[in-house]
């Protein structure tokens, strides 16, 4: 999973990083307001976490200007504001959740499998599930056609992606995204590596080539998942 953390307190944000991308996530960071704000317009993320008191620009103006540009990406508000009024106004701008500062790691990435997990198929408070493919989005274990396995680090990323969005292509530049964010550098073929590796494990059929467009994991295919030889 993508995720967007806007904080600028940055032993924090450091922390974040750390703990995040220890789960697989593609984590991009940034700490100020407006930076934000032009990041969720022209990027695309499945989750952002979201401090208040940024430079430039409050978190609720940027909550609010996402959302007025027709930005639906989930959001969880991460502040010290304690305030009754200022919890309600998070979630009137659109807010997901809301998270007081200090918090445990353990909750929020419950609340962030809560969140992740509305609207995709589940079988269990981490598990996604498309056809025979489950695949546990906690400890990176996928079950193909009877097989067990734990994924790379990579492979999670691009098939966490497609099962969670079955039937929809993804864009080379997409699946790219959710490996490594705002990073550059990745060699031209890695992600015809990492797929190619992905087919083996969930059947050829599985994830379909759309030529000169990108990938889309077929939802009837997975209904028969085995793994190639």
């Known amino acids: 999973m993508r995720i967007l953390l806007v904080e600028d307190d940055h032993p924090l944000a450091r922390t974040m990083l750390d703990m995040l991308r220890r789960d697989q996530h593609t984590v991009d960071w940034l700490d100020d307001g407006q930076q934000a704000l032009t ?5 695309h993320f499945d989750l952002v976490i979201l401090d208040l008191t940024l430079p430039r620009l409050d978190g609720l103006d940027v909550l609010r200007g996402a959302r007025q540009a027709g930005n639906h990406t989930p959001v969880i508000i ?8 200022e919890k309600l106004l998070g979630l009137d701008a ?8 200090p918090f445990a790691m353990a909750e929020l990435k419950a609340r962030m499998r809560a ?3 509305r609207g995709v ?24 056609g009877g097989e067990t396995s734990i994924l790379p680090r990579s492979e999670f990323q691009i098939l966490h992606y497609l099962m969670r969005h079955p039937g929809q292509v993804a864009t080379r530049r997409r699946l790219e995204e959710q490996l490594y ?16 590796h992905l087919r083996r494990r969930v059947g050829k059929p599985v994830i379909r080539t759309i ?16 793994v190639c030889p």
């Open 211 to 226: 030529r000169g467009v990108g990938y889309v994991l077929d939802p009837e295919a997975a209904t028969g998942t085995s």
């Open 181 to 196: 964010g705002w990073d550059s550098g990745a060699e031209s073929n890695a992600l015809e590596v990492h797929i190619h």
């Open 94 to 101: 659109g807010a997901d959740d809301y998270l007081t500062k």
């Open 115 to 117: 969140i992740t997990r």
């Open 78 to 85: 991460l502040t010290a504001r304690t305030e009754l009024d």
């Open 121 to 144: 198929p589940t079988n269990g408070d981490a598990e996604l599930q498309v056809g025979q493919l489950k695949l546990n989005t906690d400890t990176g274990q996928l079950v193909a």
């Open 39 to 43: 990041a969720l317009k022209q990027d």
